[in-house]
C-alpha cells in the first residue's frame, strides 16, 4: 500500500561539525522529494520523485546521476498507466535498473515491473504474476539475474515472486507469509537488504524476515504500532540493519499533532526477533535512518518533518550520525529538511530535499566530509535525576531549561508525561526500568535511564 511520508521528528542540540551537505539539482518540477535511492556505486544514483507540493499527485519520474551528482537527468516514464505509482526502483548499474508499480485509483492493472537496459532513456514491461487486485509494494536485485518482488496479501498471503533470468520470468515464492489480519499489508519501499538477509515493515507493526533472498520468510512484532501510519494514525518506523544480526529500528506516535508526537531508538542483536529500547545522548532524528556500510557501527539519521503552521518545529530538522551504534550522536546539521537517506561509505552518502524545479539547484544533498574518526560525543546539559533507583518522587535538574519529561517503559510505550515541573512522580509505575527523555527549550533532548523500585 501507498507509503505515508514518514515524520520528521526529531531531537536536537546543536552542535557544529565540518560535514556537510552539498546542493545537487534533481531536475524534478518545483517542490518534489527523493522517494527512493538507490547507491550503485561513488558515481552512479538512482532515484524516483514524489510530490512534496500537497498536489497528491502520483509522478512517475526517474533520476538519475552517473558523475556523483555533478549532474543529475530526470525523465518521465511513459506508457504505465495514468492510475499507476512507482513504488519501489532497483538498480545494478548505470544502464541497468527495474522499477515496479502500483495503482493509484481504478482503471486497468498497474500492478507491473518495468525494466530499462539503456540508462531509463526507455523502459519495458516485464512478465510477472500481479493482477489487476494486487498492491505491489518492493523490488530488489542482488545481480543481473537474481531478484525478488512484493506486494499487499492476495488469496491468504503476501504475494512474493522471484527471478533468476533478470526479471525475464517470475516465480511465485511459497514460503509467503499469511498477514495476522484483514488489516496488515506493507508499504511501498519500505525494506531493508544486508546481504541474503531482506526486512520488511506492516501495518500491524510486524516486520517480516528472509535469510535466503526472500525464499522463506519468518515474523516478528515490533515496538512500532504501525510502520506508515494508515491503521495507526500517526504512528511510523523506520529500521536499518548493518549485519544479519543487528540494526536500529525509530518508531514515531502521535504524529498527527506536534504536541503529542514521541519517538523511540530500539537495537536489535538478532536480527529484529527482539528490539531493546535505548537511552541515547544527543541529536537523533525521526525522517529516515541508514547504516553506513563498511562500518562497525556508523548509523545516519534525518529529521524532513516542520511540525505546523500552529505549531512550528524547525528543532526536528537536519541530520546526525552515530559511531557506536546509536548510543550517542554528532549533529551534522540542524533546522533545514533531510529526507531519505542512504550511503555507500564514510565519505560518501545522499539524503532527500525538495527541488526547486527544472533548472534550479536543489532537490538533493550528497554528503561533504568523511565519518570515520570524528568524535561522536554530543554536547550535553549536565542532566541529573535523582533519587535513581526511585520510589516516589523524582527530581530532575539540568543546565538547561526543562520543558518537558516523558517516561518510557522498555517497549516504548510512553507511561506518564510532565511539563512545567522538574518534581515528577513515579510512585504508581511498576517496580524496573525505564527510559526519562528530558525536552529542552530549543529543542535539545538527553534521554537517560531511570530504575523504580
Known amino acids: 500500500m501507498k507509503k505515508l511520508l514518514l515524520t520528521g521528528f526529531a531531537l536536537v542540540s546543536m552542535v557544529s561539525q565540518a560535514q556537510t551537505w552539498v546542493d545537487q539539482a534533481t531536475q524534478f518540477p518545483l517542490n518534489f522529494g527523493v522517494d527512493e535511492m538507490v547507491i550503485v556505486d561513488a558515481n552512479t544514483v538512482w532515484i524516483f520523485a514524489y510530490d512534496g507540493s500537497g498536489g497528491g499527485t502520483y509522478p512517475k519520474i526517474v533520476s538519475k546521476t552517473v558523475n556523483g551528482g555533478a549532474t543529475w537527468t530526470a525523465n518521465a516514464i511513459s506508457g504505465l498507466g495514468g492510475n499507476a505509482l512507482i513504488s519501489d526502483i532497483a538498480a545494478i548499474d548505470a544502464n541497468t535498473a527495474w522499477i515496479v508499480t502500483a495503482p493509484s485509483g481504478t482503471g486497468p492493472n498497474a500492478n507491473k515491473i518495468w525494466k530499462t537496459i539503456n540508462g531509463g532513456t526507455s523502459w519495458n514491461q516485464q512478465t510477472s504474476g500481479y493482477t489487476a487486485g494486487s498492491f505491489a509494494n518492493h523490488i530488489y536485485f542482488w545481480d543481473a539475474n537474481n531478484g525478488w518482488t512484493s506486494g499487499d496479501p492476495l488469496s491468504g498471503k503476501f504475494e512474493m515472486f522471484k527471478t533468476n533470468d533478470g526479471g525475464t520470468s517470475w516465480t511465485p515464492v511459497a514460503g509467503a507469509l499469511a498477514p495476522e489480519s484483514g488489516d496488515e499489508f506493507t508499504y511501498v519501499g519500505l525494506k531493508a537488504v544486508v546481504g541474503d538477509n531482506l526486512w520488511v515493515g506492516t501495518s500491524t507493526g510486524r516486520i517480516m524476515r528472509s535469510t535466503d533472498r526472500g525464499t522463506t520468510w519468518a515474523v516478528s512484532p515490533s515496538p512500532a504500532n504501525d510502520f506508515g501510519g494508515v491503521i495507526t494514525s500517526g504512528s511510523s518506523g523506520s529500521f536499518a540493519f548493518k549485519d544479519a544480526n543487528n540494526g536500529l529500528l525509530l518508531t ?49 539519521s534525518t529529521g524532513i518533518n ?29 533546522g533545514s529538511q533531510r529526507g531519505k537517506v542512504d550511503f555507500l561509505n564514510v565519505t560518501t552518502g545522499w539524503a532527500g530535499q525538495f527541488s526547486d ?6 532537490g538533493i544533498l550528497k554528503f561533504n566530509g568523511s565519518l570515520l574518526g570524528v568524535s561522536n560525543n554530543a554536547v550535553k546539559a549536565g542532566l541529573q535525576v535523582y533519587p535513581n533507583p526511585a520510589v516516589d518522587v523524582v527530581s530532575v535538574t539540568a543546565k538547561k531549561s526543562i520543558e518537558v519529561i516523558n517516561i518510557f517503559d522498555m517497549t516504548g510505550k510512553k507511561v506518564k508525561s510532565f511539563k512545567g515541573t522538574n518534581q515528577v512522580n513515579v510512585s504508581s509505575l511498576a517496580k524496573g526500568t525505564y527510559i526519562l527523555q528530558v525536552f529542552y527549550g530549543g529543542g535539545a533532548v538527553e534521554t537517560t535511564k531511570l530504575m523504580k523500585k
Open 306 to 334: 516542520p511540525g505546523t503552521a500552529a505549531e512550528p518545529r524547525p528543532e526536528w530538522l537536519g541530520s546526525s550520525y552515530s559511531t557506536d551504534g546509536g548510543q550517542t550522536w554528532t549533529a551534522i546539521d540542524a
Open 252 to 300: 514515531v506516535d502521535g504524529a498527527d499533532d506536534p504536541l503529542t508526537t514521541s519517538a523511540v531508538l530500539y537495537s536489535t542483536s538478532n536480527g529484529g526477533a527482539s528490539w531493546t529500547a535505548m537511552a541515547p545522548t544527543g541529536p537523533w532524528y525521526f525522517g529516515d535512518i541508514t547504516h553506513v556500510p563498511g562500518t562497525p557501527n556508523t548509523y545516519v
Open 357 to 362: 524545479g527544472p533548472g534550479g539547484v536543489k
